[in-house]
């Protein structure tokens, strides 16, 4: 019994978190259109559309899923809104911000985990915690 007890006091917080990575994996999945949208926007016309409308995406609140409540672009960022009652109440009504920066080759890069971003470093995605 005390060697059961243990292991589930490691084990449960652990897949608790892989849960929650899950979750937010699934904001990154929705937010792959958008980032789509915002590079052939600037592709086009070198400069980042305002809007979800400009960039020619559905409002924000049309894209969800089980555990996002939106997607928005905001000056070509994308904000993914995690605030619906399935999220995780470590995630719930927290934010993850994907930004665009020129690159030299005329495209653009992505930082995920930019500024306004309040999903907690751990819950991120490797790809955006090994960034600097």
Do not use: K
Request: hydrophobic share 40%; glycine share 10%.
């Amino acid at each position: 019994p005390f060697v059961i007890a243990i292991l589930a006091a490691i084990s449960i917080p652990a897949y608790q978190d892989y849960l929650i990575r899950t979750q937010v994996s699934e904001g990154m999945v929705l937010a792959d259109g958008a980032r789509t949208a915002v590079a052939e926007y600037y592709a086009n016309r070198h400069a980042l559309p305002a809007d979800n409308a400009i960039a020619g995406l559905a409002s924000s609140n049309s894209i969800t899923g089980r555990y996002v409540s939106g997607v928005t672009v905001s000056d070509g960022a994308i904000t993914v809104s995690f605030g619906t009652y399935h999220a995780n109440r470590n995630i719930r009504n927290d934010v993850l911000v994907l930004a665009p920066s020129p690159n030299s080759s005329g495209g653009l890069d992505w930082r995920c985990g930019g500024n306004g971003t309040t999903v907690p470093q751990r819950y991120l995605p490797s790809s955006c915690r090994q960034q600097p």
